[in-house]
């Protein structure tokens, strides 16, 4: 098991950038991955990466314009947003898991879950 805890959320108006970090303590699993969520839709998996040899994996809506990194000797996760968008709004979650025989961004691959930081894209 693993605990997360996400920051680095807040407000920003579009075009603007913001840098999520998510502080993992406990077991070290494969897959690392960062989801978001607005209200009335679905979790949505927008980045992950393997925590053993850094392949990351980006979803349409965001390829281009988040990286997301994995620091090992620090337990740190990390999602660079550039180019935000007011659909990028939600909250965004930080997760750790084993993955699935399917995508890397599917929530069924993930067992363990920070508790969120909001951002929000607006003028």
């Known amino acids: 098991q693993v605990q997360l805890q996400e920051s680095g959320g807040g407000s920003v108006q579009p075009g603007g950038s913001l840098r999520l970090s998510c502080a993992a303590s406990g077991y070290t699993y494969s897959l690392m991955g960062w989801f978001r969520q607005a209200p009335g839709k679905e979790r949505e998996g927008i980045a992950a990466?393997?925590?053993?040899?850094?392949?990351?994996y980006y979803a349409d809506s965001v390829k281009g314009r988040f990286t997301i990194a994995h620091d090992n000797s620090k337990r740190m996760l990390y999602l660079q947003m550039n180019n935000l968008k007011p659909e990028d709004t939600a909250m965004y979650y930080c997760?750790?898991?084993?993955?699935?025989?399917?995508?890397?961004?599917?929530?069924?691959?993930?067992?363990?879950w920070g508790q969120g930081t909001q951002v929000t894209v607006s003028s």
């Open positions: 997760a750790a898991g084993r993955g699935t025989t399917g995508s890397v961004l599917s929530f069924d691959g993930y067992n363990n």
């Open positions: 990466i393997y925590t053993a040899d850094n392949s990351p």
